[in-house]
């Protein structure tokens, strides 16, 4: 049984969420892992105690402080610097692995000979609880992979479970912000690494009321899609960090809160749809549309909703 890594960062979590992520990294049914974590808030004493009472405790894990803060992608690279696994898993602080998220991931990577995979995932709010299921599961061979990440980001990054020479070829994560996962998936598939996903839930993904998601949609956005033309144009790999993240640094505070304001919209419309008050429906999706750079993201909700009636 080869040996899988599971890397991981840790931050600002609760101690709550941090004892229910590694309680569920422990009891994964394949036994052969190892779990590199690095704290990047040495100042949090909290976190610290915990992460070194289960390092005391547990074989398995393995934990690295950094002195100052290098964010989170400095972070996991410096774990899989560490990491000895013939596989890479990775996994955020706060989310809730099923118990057989590992062997599953393996079976599926080796059984259909992938480089990377990903899964399905659900939703638990801040308290634990679901309030979201899985979409319609279905697994997505590599072709169609490839053709819908240059559509979008289809994969769940904290479901991501390689094999360790896409790490090393791709000399792990690029300093791209807010898209640092869709950047290592597009340059993964650049380098002729075959991509998949898996039908089964294997995550519990943790949604909290704020994030890099909610303060940073819009710029998330735009680097995603300048990152992605880079792609399609062949240039991606040779693109430096720097010039993606300087391209939309300075957006107007304006523009940021109405891009916000219509993906409300666009949301509020899909809750009236579904409750079939049509009415209230187009009245905030036009009111979303109205929004130059939300269109452009509606049009890629749009393509990528094409492609997925296409499986």
């Not at 080869?2 to 991981?8: D, H, K, T, Y």
């Not at 989170?72 to 057989?100: C, Q, T, W």
């Not at 304001?261 to 009415?279: C, I, N, P, T, V």
């Amino acid at each position: 049984m080869r040996q899988v890594s599971i890397i991981m960062t840790v931050y600002n979590e609760k101690e709550e969420w941090l004892r229910q992520c590694l309680d569920s990294l422990l009891g994964q049914t394949y036994e052969n892992i190892e779990i590199i974590i690095v704290l990047d808030n040495h100042q949090n004493q909290q976190l610290l105690q915990v992460l070194k009472a289960y390092e005391k405790e547990h074989q398995a894990i393995k934990l690295l402080i950094n002195d100052s803060n290098p964010g989170r992608v400095n972070s996991l690279n410096l774990a899989f610097n560490e990491s000895k696994g013939h596989y890479i898993a990775v996994m955020d602080a706060d989310d809730i692995a099923v118990p057989e998220r590992i062997a599953k991931s393996q079976l599926f990577l080796e059984q259909r000979e992938y480089d990377v995979i990903f899964s399905e995932i659900d939703y638990i709010d801040e308290n634990g609880n679901p309030f979201q299921p899985a979409g319609e599961a279905r697994v997505i061979e590599r072709d169609k992979v490839e053709t819908m990440m240059k559509i979008s980001n289809i994969a769940s990054h904290p479901t991501l479970f390689a094999r360790r020479e896409v790490f090393e070829r791709l000399n792990g994560y690029r300093e791209i912000n807010y898209c640092e996962d869709y950047d290592f998936f597009l340059r993964a598939l650049e380098n002729d690494f075959w991509l998949g996903k898996t039908d089964e839930v294997l995550l519990h993904y943790r949604v909290r009321s704020s994030g890099i998601s909610k303060s940073y949609a819009l710029e998330q956005f735009l680097n995603a899609d300048f990152i992605r033309q880079k792609y399609i144009e062949g240039n991606l790999s040779k693109t430096p960090p720097a010039e993606v993240n300087q391209k939309f640094s300075k957006l107007n505070p304006k523009a940021k809160k109405n891009f916000l304001e219509a993906e409300g919209s666009y949301h509020k419309a899909l809750q009236f749809k579904r409750e079939k008050k049509m009415g209230l429906f187009f009245f905030n999706l036009f009111k979303s549309l109205a929004n130059p750079y939300f269109l452009r993201k509606f049009k890629v909700i749009y393509r990528l909703n094409q492609e997925f009636k296409k499986l």
